[in-house]
Every structure is written in C-alpha cells, then in structure tokens.
C-alpha cells in the first residue's frame, strides 16, 4: 500500500517509515524539516519504495500532490516541544490547526484513511493516577502559552472525529506518551535526551523544579509497533488508544539513573521553571497512561526498559558527532 507519513523526517515518522518500508509498503514523506532532519532518513533514500518531498503541509497544492495514490496518511507533521511552542507561537498554532484541516479535506476528498499523532498533553493539568482515553482534560489559563499546543491538539482530534463521522474519513487516533528514543532531539526541551547529551559531556544535569514530577517514558520502537497494530487492525478504525508504557519515574530519578547508568561525573542541579521558561509556566506533577485498552483490543505490551531507552540515546550520541557539535 502508498502511505504518506507527514513530518515523517521527525524523530518518531522516521522509524514508523523504517517498520512501514519492512512491510513492504511504499513510504512518501512531506517535511518541511522545522524539527526534523534530513539525516533521520538519508539512508532510506536508496530505497525505490521510498520517496520524500520537501515542503510543508500548509502548501495545498504540494500536499494534494503529495496525495497521489496514497491510500493512508499517518499525520504527525505539527510544532512540538514546549520550548519550541513557546519559541514560535503563531506559527505553531497555524501548523497545528490549519495543517490538520488541510490534511482531513484531502483525505475526505480522497477517500484516504489517516491516522492522527495526538498526545499526552491533551490531558492538561489533569495528574491524577493513570489517565484513560475517556479521562478528563483540564486546561490551564489561555495566558499561559504552554496549552496552546494541548489545546490545538485536542481541537485537531475533534476535527479529525468529525470527519470521521460526519464525511466518513477512516480515521484512528493514537496519543503518545513521552516516546524517547534514537534521533530524538534534546533542542526543544525533550528531557530524556538533554539530560543523556549533560551526562556524556560531564555538563550540569539541570532538573527543573523540585524533580519530583511522575513521568512514564516508551521506547520510540515500542511506540512504533503500537502504531502498527492501530495501523493494521481494521476494529482500531474510529478508536482512539493512548500508545506509552507503565515505566513509571520521577524526573529526579531519572536524572540519577542516567548519572548511574552512563558513569557520569555530572552533577545534579536543579533550576526553577521560572529561570528556563517564561512566567505562568505550568507543568504537571503526574502523567502516565492507562494502556490497558491498547493491551487488551491489539495485544501491545511494551518492550523496553528505561534503562535500555536511555543505552539507545547515548549510543547515538555518542555515534553523532555531528549532533554534539550542534548542541
Ligand atoms: N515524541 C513524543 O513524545 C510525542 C508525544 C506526543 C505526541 N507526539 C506527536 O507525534 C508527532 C511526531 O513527533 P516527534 O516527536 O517525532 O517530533 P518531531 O519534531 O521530530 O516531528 C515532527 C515533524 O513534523 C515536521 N513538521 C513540522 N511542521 C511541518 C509542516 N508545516 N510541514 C511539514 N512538516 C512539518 C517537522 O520538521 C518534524 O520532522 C507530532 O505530531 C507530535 O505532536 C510526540
């Protein structure tokens, strides 16, 4: 089958186009690399099933070539990283609202079936336990920029829902949970790799606020197999699943660990959100997934250790010379 994965030069497009192509699909990506990069996939490029055009989805007439033939688009393309959001506000929300609607015309036009990257954050402020994909969302105040990217999310999920049922788009919508993983970028706030980058430089480790926020991270090759079986089931057709793991860690924690793990000479630090972000910022105590719907509907168990995700990213650190310079 052709695929179009949009933003798929990203972190997680680029593995989902790595399982796709093993399963002997055609892969097309659009990227306009804001985040991405063109390394996450120069070495597919070889491949006669693969095919990547440069050009961002708010160009319509690109995209709806980009369309040709296709007969399902994973759509992951969006401004993400709350340092990013916060670094690049109009742009964000436009990407995020206007790049999603673009997509759900054409694959209603189409006739296409599309798959929707949401996310953990559309849950807001709400921290309590472990969160269900019919929890609640509770947002924070619109002045505090942080939820406009939750917000936009959440907006695109009801626009991708609405397609679904009132233009029949067969759609499947997956929410991740902090997916970590090879290639991901520490650039824009992700706090897996920045603290990975501090320990192998011996760099301060800095911990914002008192670390004693709860987070779950999944190995970006389990949230890949995730998406496959979302993908490949035709009863996930209209569902929405959240895709994470029951590794469950608090950010002091994992700053110790990965001390421990890579032998670092690091020391710990912790800042104050208000000297990294600006004022009004908000960040949750708690957020770790309910799975047990995506468990018990496909079957999805995560693989991975914390440990072996936090191996992953230091291995291609350590073989990314090009990266370290650029941080
Ligand atoms: N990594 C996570 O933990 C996580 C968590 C929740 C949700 N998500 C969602 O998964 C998707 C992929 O995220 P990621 O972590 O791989 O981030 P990423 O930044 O690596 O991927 C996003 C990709 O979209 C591209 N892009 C942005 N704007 C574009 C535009 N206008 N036109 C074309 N391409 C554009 C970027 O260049 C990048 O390659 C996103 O939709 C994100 O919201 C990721």
């Known amino acids: 089958m052709k695929v179009l994965i949009t933003g798929g030069a990203g972190f997680i497009g680029s593995h989902l186009a790595e399982a796709l192509l093993d399963k002997g699909h055609s892969v097309r990506i659009i990227d306009n690399l804001s985040t991405g990069h063109i390394d996450n996939i120069k070495h597919l490029e070889k491949n006669p099933q693969f095919e990547f055009i440069?050009?961002?989805?708010?160009?319509?007439?690109?995209?709806?070539?980009?369309?040709?033939?296709?007969?399902?688009?994973?759509?992951?393309?969006?401004?993400?990283?709350?340092?990013?959001?916060?670094?690049?506000?109009?742009?964000?929300?436009?990407?995020?609202?206007?790049?999603?609607?673009?997509?759900?015309?054409?694959?209603?036009?189409?006739?296409c079936g599309v798959m929707f990257a949401s996310t953990s954050e559309i849950y807001g402020r709400n921290d309590t336990g472990t969160l269900a994909e019919e929890s609640n969302r509770i947002m924070g105040?619109?002045?505090?920029?942080?939820?406009?990217?939750?917000?936009?999310?959440?907006?695109?999920?009801?626009?991708?829902?609405?397609?679904?049922?009132?233009?029949?788009?067969?759609?499947?919508?997956?929410?991740?949970?902090?997916?970590?993983?090879?290639?991901?970028?520490?650039?824009?706030?992700?706090?897996?790799p920045r603290f990975v980058k501090s320990a192998l430089a011996n760099d301060p480790i800095t911990v914002h606020g008192d670390g004693k926020?709860?987070?779950?991270?999944?190995?970006?090759?389990?949230?890949?197999?995730?998406?496959m079986m979302v993908f490949e089931n035709k009863k996930a057709e209209g569902g929405i699943y959240n895709i994470g793991s029951e590794n469950v860690i608090s950010i002091w924690e994992l700053a110790v660990k990965i001390k421990e793990l890579l032998k670092s000479k690091s020391e710990i630090k912790f800042v104050s959100y208000h000297d990294v972000y600006p004022e009004g910022f908000e960040d949750m105590k708690r957020r770790v997934p309910d799975i047990t719907k995506i468990k018990r509907e496909l079957g999805f168990e995560a693989q991975h250790t914390m440990d072996q995700i936090i191996e992953d990213i230091a291995r291609h650190i350590r073989g990314n010379k090009d990266e370290k310079a650029e941080n």
């Open 54 to 111: 440069y050009d961002s989805i708010l160009n319509y007439k690109m995209i709806e070539r980009a369309f040709d033939e296709v007969r399902f688009v994973f759509h992951l393309a969006a401004s993400v990283g709350v340092k990013y959001i916060l670094e690049n506000q109009v742009d964000s929300i436009i990407t995020n609202i206007r790049g999603t609607e673009i997509v759900l015309d054409l694959a209603s036009k189409r006739q």
């Open 141 to 192: 105040a619109t002045t505090v920029h942080r939820w406009s990217y939750a917000t936009s999310k959440a907006l695109d999920e009801y626009m991708a829902l609405a397609f679904h049922r009132e233009r029949a788009v067969p759609l499947r919508i997956v929410r991740f949970f902090n997916v970590c993983g090879p290639r991901q970028t520490g650039r824009y706030g992700m706090v897996v």
């Open 213 to 227: 926020q709860v987070r779950s991270f999944t190995h970006v090759k389990d949230a890949v197999a995730a998406v």
